[in-house]
């Protein structure tokens, strides 16, 4: 059974700051191991993925087959069911859309001191894009990390994504085309951080990794990290639903579903200002899910993380429960959805009104479905063309202008003790040495 | 004496490839007392901040003498030179200006398919700025942190400084005021970030801590990454100038030891496409070094990561060369700066011309200071506005929306096993149970 709160008992507080704290990760300490492989790799490249290759996921392979070739992909663009191949290109080209508005101007202005000034984006050359084997391969995973890539203007997209036993999901290649994806190695796990980190003779080394993996992949990003930049580590998916008495319970329970049959670690949270209605969508939970396919995984979620929280007004008493909350996916089931959201601080995504599942913005709403987890949303926020780009500030002096500023700028050198700063700004404007 | 190269060796790649991956810091190994630290602050709150205080900082406080007292700052306001305080007036309102370009602007719009989308940004709540004590307490770096954090508009910015022996730089204090921080407190080391972090009953939690420190401090900034959010971990500071051969030597050999000051693990490079101008600028700098009050310092930087390239052409050859370097601070002392510019990617501040020296970026010209280091420009920006905020995407359907969108949804859950995912949109559809 889920946590029931009420906003308005006595004991609330302690309750919600109970459910805030509560650790739904079991931190799995490969840091040792990890750290092992990433050196073996940086220091016998090829040798050591392949060797790595044929002891984790079970397949032997030459250097010259770890690339998947473009046969390949015709092959398994070929057998794929033509439906699901639209679905994915309506998705592709949505994310595309979207993404596309996320893409940053530049500036630059005299100031009226003289001084130019100015700011630059440019994008990263290459990106590494890890995607899982075996069942967590989602191609729609692919298209959300590699497409705002592209849209940013990275020239190289590298995909790395082991085949255990040689098998690969061919809808991973299918998205990994539409996306515009590069280079695809059928390499996974520490190994394939590494390569992409340090390169190998095969695989040149990329400037930024991106993309879900297991414990082993997240830590080899954090070891790698300052090589090479890195995207979030994400944890468990949660969802928080805000739903007044007018939904069908059936709808918000399957919503609560949608997150639970992810992880056993997932969290769903109903806020609502309504007991009955509570009751009503704690009854569909259990009816519904019944009948998943992923039963034990959501109904584990669901009894270890799960939350009903009810509240007094949901307009004037949601809001800040959300923000402490900070939730990756905030679904607004409220008639007028807008006045909450404009009352909400710390959210990855929201997703407005009734007619709104989470679900559509996890395929093909175009927003980016890799959001920030664990509260993280307070101080950070999902994927998008700006992780695959940089800024450059530009500062250009006149010899006036430097005169204008120069001795504020000396003085300040004077002040902090560094006196070559000081000096390399006063030899320009012939003041004397201090 | 540093590395002279030349392009046009057959040695040169080699070289410069070992330039690139010379190590310039020694990662001291203090995880272990950091977490130990951190844990009991997380579990004693102020008593363990006060203990560690005592001990490290040979000040004896009682809670409420934490935080330091708005009359204690009013002293240090009265203290300082008027002609510094105006200073860094100066450098306040400069940065202020140019960090307020940097805010962004939300969006939103209604498709094709009648789904309205959006993304809207929004500040950090609280903040924590790490300011280190005694030397390398920069009144500079105090406002390069807290005033792209107010622009951003943070509610609250908490700054930690420690006062070894309970000395405090007036100036800190002063540009604090400026910078309109909210809350200082006389702690540092891993114990401040501790409590920056996970709060104590004297100081509430902040979301994200920036600000540069010592290896306890790096260490403790990425063990509680995650609780809150962090800025980049910045290394050893460096200069990449390319100047030709109109210049005078002696602006230049200043400009490579303003770097060299910094830190002797700091780096200088000239790129230039004159071998006796070149010779004149490492006469000059072992003729300026000498009367410098940090020469140890410069000298070491110079003598051991020092470098001096000769290219044939500098705007055909220098561009690819400065992209591998990607260095934290590019200085064009051409002509023709902006032609340089232009074909650069990978930057974190670009000075242009002759009478743009480095240090006018470090002060008063706007642009920020804190910057990418250590070839990270290739992936990472200097420090602005957007660190201090988020993004939430938003998406609304109306019915007919979901029905234009949602069999492609389904059509993706239905491949990617997630039932509960198709279900929550079928359910809304009367899409029959698949």
Request: proline share 6%.
């Amino acid at each position: 059974m889920p946590v029931r709160l009420d906003a308005r008992d006595p004991g609330f507080e302690a309750a919600f700051t109970t459910l805030l704290g509560g650790k739904r990760e079991s931190a799995q300490d490969v840091n040792d191991t990890v750290a092992a492989i990433l050196d073996d790799v940086r220091r016998r490249g090829d040798a050591a993925v392949l060797e790595y290759t044929a002891r984790f996921d079970r397949l032997t392979l030459e250097p010259q087959g770890l690339r998947v070739s473009l046969g390949e992909i015709d092959t398994a663009v070929a057998t794929v069911d033509p439906d699901v191949r639209d679905a994915l290109a309506l998705a592709a080209d949505r994310i595309a859309s979207f993404h596309g508005r996320q893409v940053p101007q530049g500036f630059s202005y005299t100031d009226q001191a003289g001084v130019r000034l100015g700011q630059r984006w440019t994008p990263v050359s290459a990106v590494g894009l890890y995607v899982p084997g075996g069942t967590a391969a989602y191609p729609s995973s692919v298209l959300m990390n590699a497409v705002p890539a592209k849209v940013a203007g990275v020239e190289r997209v590298v995909m790395v994504v082991p085949t255990p036993g040689g098998v690969l999901n061919p809808l991973v290649l299918v998205a990994a085309r539409m996306a515009g994806v590069d280079e695809i190695y059928r390499i996974g796990g520490a190994q394939a951080v590494g390569a992409l980190a340090y390169g190998t003779a095969t695989i040149a080394p990329v400037d930024k990794i991106v993309g879900p993996g297991n414990a082993y992949v997240a830590a080899a990003k954090r070891q790698v990290f300052g090589t090479v930049g890195i995207d979030m580590i994400a944890g468990p998916s949660e969802i928080l639903v805000v739903a007044d008495a007018s939904n069908d319970p059936d709808w918000i329970a399957m919503d609560l579903l949608s997150q639970a049959e992810h992880d056993a670690a997932a969290q769903s949270i109903l806020i609502t200002d309504d007991e009955a209605f509570a009751d009503a969508v704690e009854r569909a939970v259990a009816i519904q899910l019944a009948s998943l396919s992923r039963v034990d995984i959501a109904s584990a979620s669901w009894r270890d993380h799960g939350a009903v929280i009810v509240v007094g007004d949901l307009l004037a008493d949601a809001p800040a429960l959300v923000d402490r909350v900070a939730p990756e996916h905030l679904e607004l089931a409220v008639t007028d959805p807008d006045a909450l959201a404009e009352r909400v601080k710390h959210a990855g995504a929201i997703f407005l009104g009734r007619h709104t599942p989470e679900a559509i913005g996890d395929y093909v709403a175009g927003p980016n479905h890799v959001l920030p987890t664990s509260r993280t949303a307070r101080f950070s926020s999902g994927l998008g063309v700006l992780d695959f780009m940089k800024r450059t500030t530009l500062v250009g002096c006149s010899p006036g202008a430097l005169g204008a500023l120069g001795r504020a700028a000396v003085r300040l050198a004077q002040a902090e003790g560094l006196e070559a700063h000081g000096l390399s700004v006063a030899t320009r404007l012939n003041i004397p040495r201090f």
